[in-house]
């Protein structure tokens, strides 16, 4: 399952379209008045985009943000725009019009953007703070040794598991592939299953069974590399999860949802680290988080590091004015920081010295998977669009069911991946 949709469809979108007639795009999002008692006197108004966040509170907190940062530049309003729905389907069309937000956000960064002249440079805002965002954060939005967005948030995802139900069959937390498998197996009953991917029993499970291996998917020069024999050896290594018939399939919410592992319908959950108070909530401390893990002896454990980027439009009107609005908020307002990270669902601050000030951080399962990821994060790359995510999670899918020869399938993968890649870089 490719992990872009994923990232965005976990969020609890409402309801709400684009409609696109007679090459117009007519906005139908909820969008705020620009914000500020003196909007009404400002020189420039900055439109800026946000997904449709599921998690409470969040709409208003950017507005609040909004607020105050025209307070503090009293000649620039701005307009916030929250979008529902698909909202990188309607991103990708505005940014094609004259409607084009000046300030967005993209989950997963994807380098198309930038290769495609949309994004502007940031390098200039990130100023001295630039050491002081994490690797992940920096490698992530990197295009030709540019800097092409902020990011805002780290989403972390690991896998949860309830500490009593593994404690009461003598299961410790898996820390290979194999005692993964032999475990979701043995908590299997009749009645309930041992481990949650995701509803079509994949998740994210794919790519992570290749880092988990040694393996890539992506080199930073744009060449393929999940047709590789750690990655063969991996995907076909997860044919065993759906032999065994241990994974629960179809439940009524995916994976970004902790509904599973807090209703007890299983015992492990790949899930983020956003879902941490609702499970808290749940279950109290009977839960604990640990890397996927390495595939075998001398592989690596795995956590996912995906989140949220803010950038700028290159080809908007109000470029400096925009630029000016992303270093204030993502950059200088390291208050502001905190409180998105950690007021609505747990989130990690890019900022290092931001996350390890974060107190709701700083302690117990949440500072334990903010240390997962600072160990083994890791990002999908910036080349990871649908094309080439789809490629390879129609092959590993097959793989994993059997369907197929494992070695034609990924090279098939591989070939289709590839020229969709050399098309983004224009080879």
Not at 74 to 100: E, R
Not at 258 to 278: D, K, R, S, T
Request: one cysteine or more; glycine letters at 10%; a neutral charge.
């Amino acid at each position: 399952m490719s992990t872009r949709p994923t990232e965005l469809s976990r969020r609890g979108f409402l309801t709400g379209s684009l409609l696109v007639a007679a090459g117009s795009v007519l906005a139908t999002a909820c969008s705020s008045d620009p914000t500020g008692a003196s909007a009404s006197g400002a020189k420039t108004t900055l439109n800026v985009w946000y997904h449709a966040y599921g998690e409470a509170g969040t709409q208003q907190a950017v507005l609040r943000y909004a607020k105050a940062f025209t307070k503090a530049n009293p000649d620039i309003a701005v307009k916030v725009t929250w979008v529902p729905g698909d909202y990188s389907g309607k991103l990708n069309a505005t940014l094609l019009t004259d409607s084009a937000p000046d300030v967005f956000e993209i989950g997963d960064f994807n380098e198309n953007f930038a290769r495609r002249g949309q994004l502007a440079p940031l390098d200039d805002v990130y100023g001295s703070a630039r050491s002081d965002f994490n690797k992940n954060a920096i490698e992530s939005v990197t295009v030709d040794g540019k800097l092409y967005g902020v990011k805002m948030i780290d989403d972390v995802m690991a896998l949860y598991y309830c500490k009593s139900a593994l404690s009461k069959a003598g299961i410790t937390p898996p820390t290979t592939f194999d005692g993964l498998a032999d475990a979701a197996k043995a908590l299997t009953t009749k009645k309930n299953k041992g481990l949650f991917l995701g509803q079509d029993g994949f998740g994210e499970s794919t790519a992570i069974s290749v880092f988990s291996n040694g393996g890539d998917l992506v080199s930073p020069d744009g060449k393929v590399e999940f047709g590789s024999a750690k990655a063969l050896e991996a995907l076909t290594g997860l044919k065993r999860l759906h032999d065994d018939k241990s994974l629960l399939l179809g439940f009524t919410t995916d994976w970004w949802d902790p509904a599973a592992l807090n209703q007890g319908v299983v015992p492990m959950q790949w899930g983020g680290l956003w879902a941490m108070p609702a499970i808290t909530s749940a279950l109290g401390d009977d839960f604990g988080v640990v890397p996927w893990p390495a595939f075998k002896a001398g592989g690596t454990p795995v956590v996912r590091v995906g989140g949220w980027t803010s950038c700028v439009n290159a080809k908007g009107k109000n470029v400096e004015a925009a630029k000016k609005f992303v270093q204030w908020l993502w950059v200088q307002q390291t208050d502001l920081q905190t409180d998105f990270a950690e007021s609505y669902g747990f989130h990690v601050p890019p900022r290092i010295s931001v996350a390890a000030s974060a107190k709701k951080l700083s302690a117990g399962e949440p500072k334990e998977t903010v240390r997962l990821a600072q160990k083994y994060g890791k990002h999908y790359p910036g080349t990871w669009d649908l094309a080439v995510s789809t490629a390879f999670s129609a092959a590993a899918v097959k793989i994993a069911n059997g369907q197929g020869d494992p070695a034609d399938l990924l090279a098939g993968a591989v070939k289709k991946a590839q020229s969709e890649i050399d098309k983004q870089r224009g080879r």
